[in-house]
């Protein structure tokens, strides 16, 4: 399953091919860019099932999910923006590492760094590698010089555009891409152990509620804070033909 998002204001004339929100996509992008082997991406194939469950390795660092923008949601969404300030932090002291979407198509990577650059993963970044030396630019930006610093990087750049060839799907026509209103979002436990949304098209990061030590980002409390309540959303749409599909993928330890 692809997503497309329209980019925000100011965003980069550069277009990025869709990546699927797939381990093979996203595995082969992390040792494009230099994420340790140590780590991997897992097709979740249920939220409930504890036997589908059980086949991903944990702790589970993050979940990186594709919902449909239901009506509900997007009420959601737009209640949470009138409440909330613009996010502008920046430097190594940030609680999260977020990016601002404006490269278009780009949600993928973008979805795909919230989840490699925070927590647990940050740590099996490969020093000296594309993925560190774009960190260590990004980490003391603010969010449009940041935004600026990805849509600019043609290390990245080439390395999602090879990636995106790893899908099983050929990406949508122009036609399909502007029916298409689905978001990459990222729920990840982050080093201050809490519960992190983070899609590059909000406001900024979203903190959803702290995590015990013992539980991750597949934890039932973190399912319940993150995308389950976006699955809850979703169903309260039903009644009007409301989209229940979705899209999951979780970042954990590889499995021996």
């Not at 978001?183 to 098209?201: I, T």
Request: charged fraction near 25%; hydrophobic fraction near 40%; aromatic fraction near 6%.
């Amino acid at each position: 399953m692809v997503q497309e998002t329209k980019p925000t204001s100011g965003s980069s004339p550069k277009v990025f091919t869709m990546l699927e929100n797939n381990p093979d996509v996203m595995n082969d992008l992390a040792q494009r860019l230099g994420l340790s082997p140590d780590v991997s991406f897992y097709d979740v194939y249920s939220l409930d099932d504890p036997d589908l469950l059980a086949t991903i390795p944990r702790p589970v660092y993050a979940l990186l999910a594709i919902i449909p923008l239901t009506e509900a949601w997007k009420r959601e969404r737009e209640a949470e923006k009138e409440h909330t300030e613009r996010y502008d932090g920046a430097g190594p002291d940030e609680a999260v590492v977020w990016f601002r979407q404006t490269i278009i198509h780009g949600c993928g990577l973008i979805g795909f760094l919230h989840c490699v650059y925070n927590g647990a993963p940050a740590e099996t970044v490969v020093p000296g590698s594309t993925l560190a030396q774009f960190r260590d630019e990004a980490i003391p930006l603010h969010r449009e010089d940041r935004a600026s610093l990805l849509s600019g990087s043609e290390a990245i750049y080439e390395a999602s555009q090879a990636s995106s060839l790893m899908g099983d799907t050929a990406p949508p026509s122009v036609d399909e891409m502007e029916r298409i209103d689905n978001h990459f979002v990222a729920f990840v436990k982050a080093r201050d152990g809490n519960l992190w949304e983070l899609e590059g098209a909000r406001n900024g990061p979203i903190r959803r509620g702290p995590l015990a030590e013992d539980e991750d980002a597949l934890s039932e409390r973190a399912l319940r804070l993150g995308i389950k309540r976006l699955m809850d959303l979703q169903r309260a749409d039903s009644a009007e033909g409301g989209d229940l599909r979705f899209s999951c993928i979780a970042l954990a330890p590889r499995s021996i």
